[in-house]
């Protein structure tokens, strides 16, 4: 259900039934956490978006979903203009996980940080 809400961009509602879940499963609970991190991305929520990352990647590691929300959890860290503890994660998913599907953008996005060249580029909004 959870899910749903994500995908119908009720990400509220998402958050609040995914919050109330808790699988056992490995993948499951892992990607329940995930989702939680997307919701609050979608709501602009970089923090609490980066947290539930956290908690996806550590959760229980995992050669699928590891490396997914180490990459997601780098993109809040960029949002958030740390980008030497995104260069870390980065450089965590090449080192840990080569054979991801994810392991060349992290090379990409590693390489482009180091060189002063953020791959995302965010607009900070102006307060008048």
């Known amino acids: 259900m959870g899910i749903s809400y994500l995908n119908n961009k009720e990400y509220t509602l998402a958050i609040e039934t995914l919050e109330k879940v808790n699988f056992e499963d490995e993948l499951l609970g892992t990607i329940t956490l995930g989702a939680i991190g997307d919701a609050f991305l979608q709501l602009g929520s970089v923090n609490d978006a980066l947290e539930n990352y956290e908690r996806a990647y550590n959760r229980k590691e ?67």
Do not use: H, W
């Open 62 to 128: 995992n050669e699928l979903t590891t490396p997914i929300y180490l990459m997601k959890a780098a993109l809040c860290l960029e949002i958030l203009e740390d980008y030497e503890m995104a260069i870390n994660l980065y450089r965590d998913v090449m080192q840990k996980y080569p054979l991801s599907s994810v392991a060349n953008n992290a090379e990409k996005y590693m390489e482009s940080l180091l060189l002063g060249k953020p791959v995302y580029q965010f607009e900070k909004e102006v307060s008048e």
